[in-house]
């Protein structure tokens, strides 16, 4: 049996094929265009693909209410084009077969839970930071959504002593996004954040931002694991470096041996690696065929 699979990302989009035990079977990726010619490109990748479902993982804000009129429409994102646009009416057009829809990094906390890094814990959060910064995530094993569904790259910050730089989130300015995110980087610096040497000030600042955020989300939510993907955290020095912030931030307070004794094996890079988001829709592909 195959599944479909859809990495829906601000960037770029990547489609593949999977089986039931989360394995990658084939993958193609393309840029994330007007809607329009990217839902044309998807449907036309699946067309002769005879799969069983399809799991789609999107950026967001994403409508995933199935009461709602607007269940599967993008929301407010500020990407041109795509705000309050049908994306799962539109594909259900073209594919007769049932979806699973949820965010990007939901999908990704879903897919580590199942086959990588919190493979059979009952919780973990999945940070993405790249393009955007999302929060997937995932508690008493099932994800999590409430009013909308966790925003947690837009979580306030409060500033890196000395920092003066505004942010470039067009609605908070200075949310973690607005500060951490790969164009934040780009914009304070003047480079891509992979042209940066690994000795740069700015990690410290990255990771001051980072581990503020984390700390938060380990007081306010508990999980058992937290997982740091995305382009920024191709960056491995940034490891490291975020550890020491959220041991900073949180001063002792929680007492768990995962914080004190092994926190390397607490804040830790996907187990599926860039598998992640993509291997997540294939688990929401299986969601929808059993549901």
């Known amino acids: 049996m195959f599944i479909g699979a859809v990495e829906a990302g601000g960037t770029k989009i990547v489609c593949g094929i999977g089986n039931e035990a989360g394995e990658v079977l084939e993958r193609v990726s393309f840029s994330t265009e007007q809607p ?33 009129p607007q269940y599967g429409y993008v929301t407010t994102t500020p990407k041109p084009g795509w705000s309050n646009y049908p994306v799962l009416p539109e594909l259900k ?47 008493e094993d099932r994800l999590t959504h409430g009013l909308v569904h966790p925003e947690g790259g837009h979580v306030l910050t409060r500033l890196y002593p000395g920092d003066t730089f505004e942010g470039v989130c067009p609605y908070h300015g200075n949310c973690l996004e607005g500060v951490a995110a790969g164009p ?88 599926l690696g860039d598998n992640a988001g993509l291997c997540g829709s294939i688990a929401l592909g299986l969601r929808a065929l059993q549901d």
């Open 36 to 68: 329009e010619k990217t839902i044309e490109r998807i449907v036309e990748y699946f067309r002769d693909k005879d799969v069983a479902a399809i799991g789609y993982g999107s950026f967001g804000p994403i409508n995933i209410d199935a009461a709602s």
């Open 93 to 139: 057009k073209a594919l007769d077969v049932p979806f699973g829809w949820d965010t990007d990094v939901n999908a990704a906390a879903l897919g580590e839970a199942t086959w990588g890094a919190a493979q059979g814990l009952d919780s973990c959060l999945y940070y993405t930071i790249g393009t955007g910064v999302g929060v997937g995530v995932y508690l």
């Open 184 to 271: 934040a980087i780009q914009a304070r610096w003047g480079v891509r954040a992979d042209k940066l040497p690994v000795d740069h000030e700015a990690w410290e600042i990255e990771a001051f931002y980072i581990g503020q955020a984390i700390a938060s989300a380990v007081l306010l939510v508990s999980p058992k694991r937290i997982i740091l993907g995305g382009g920024v955290m191709h960056q491995k020095q940034l490891f490291p470096l975020i550890r020491e912030q959220v041991r900073r931030n949180l001063n002792g307070y929680v007492g768990a041996s995962a914080l004190a004794e092994n926190i390397d094996g607490y804040i830790v890079p996907p187990g």
